[in-house]
């Protein structure tokens, strides 16, 4: 009976990896260049699959677990630190919202595709190690920590080129650009200083009263982190579903 089921289950991987599949049937599938049906799709897809999608190949989009994420700064930055995360997550994508879109079209040749999305808040949490200066203070410690990111608007863009597969042309992602502003950052470092806890505090203060400079300072080294993993999570719906299938006839 086990064992059954266990063939079952590696034939069922198998032939979805051998043969396209064909677009989900519970999720909304649009027009060519329908926009506002597409952003629909997307909004919904976020809200109701953030756990994965199997059809689609989704991997799981809330919480989002992310490996390692450097921030390395020069010494000539106002903000010269080495910060590390490691094994963290990334929670709050499930409450994205597309506000405008542009491409998804068809012709794949002609297809810049680009959605413009909020997300009231984004929250990093995990461990953490950071070395350096801020704004003229040594800081030094590792530990917990999370970084809030409030009223995300960020504007996702998707390079790639057509693939054939098998004779079925594919969308091949290659990148992800991501840029996005914030109406405010939020900070928490756990056991700064070795633990000390006064030290420690004020840091955090400091660093929240001073989160502008700080977020200008390292918002490019995010977007590439966040681009990376998104990369992964957008790749796996496109890489299985034939181009043409996307789309309602
Ligand atoms: C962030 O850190 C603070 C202090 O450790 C904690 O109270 C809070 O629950 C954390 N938030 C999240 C989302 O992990
Ligand atoms: C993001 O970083 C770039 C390069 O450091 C900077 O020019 C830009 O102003 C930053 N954006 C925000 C919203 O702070």
């Not at 200066?133 to 863009?157: C, F, M, W, Y």
């Not at 420690?200 to 989160?211: A, K, S, V």
Request: glycine share 6%; net charge negative; hydrophobic share 40%.
């Amino acid at each position: 009976m086990t064992n059954s089921v266990i063939l079952l289950v590696t034939i069922f991987l198998f032939v979805n990896l051998v043969n396209c599949i064909d677009f989900p049937k519970d999720i909304p599938q649009c027009k060519n260049d329908d926009q506002s049906c597409l952003q629909q799709a997307i909004d919904e897809v976020v809200h109701n699959h953030f756990s994965g999608h199997r059809g689609l190949h989704l991997i799981p989009i809330d919480p989002l677990k992310i490996r390692s994420m450097l921030i390395a700064q020069n010494s000539e930055s106002p903000v010269s630190i080495t910060l590390k995360f490691t094994e963290f997550l990334l929670i709050g994508f499930k409450n994205m919202k597309v506000y405008s879109s542009s491409g998804f079209k068809k012709d794949i040749m002609n297809s810049n595709f680009e959605v413009d999305v909020k997300i009231p808040s984004l929250v990093l949490t995990g461990p953490y190690e950071i070395k350096g200066r801020v704004l003229v203070l040594p800081i030094t410690g590792h530990g917990q920590s999370n970084l809030t990111l409030e009223n995300v608007d960020a504007k996702i863009k998707l390079l790639g080129h057509p693939e054939t597969k098998d004779g079925e042309e594919y969308f091949h992602l290659t990148k992800v650009k991501l840029d996005f502003d914030i109406t405010r950052l939020r900070v928490n470092f756990e056991n700064l200083f070795n633990g000390d806890k006064a030290l420690g505090d004020n840091m955090n203060l400091f660093i929240n009263e001073n989160w502008k400079e700080i977020f200008a300072e390292i918002n490019q080294s995010i977007a590439e982190a966040i681009s990376e993993v998104l990369l992964i999570a957008i790749q796996g719906p496109f890489s299985a579903i034939p181009y043409r299938k996307l789309f309602l006839p």
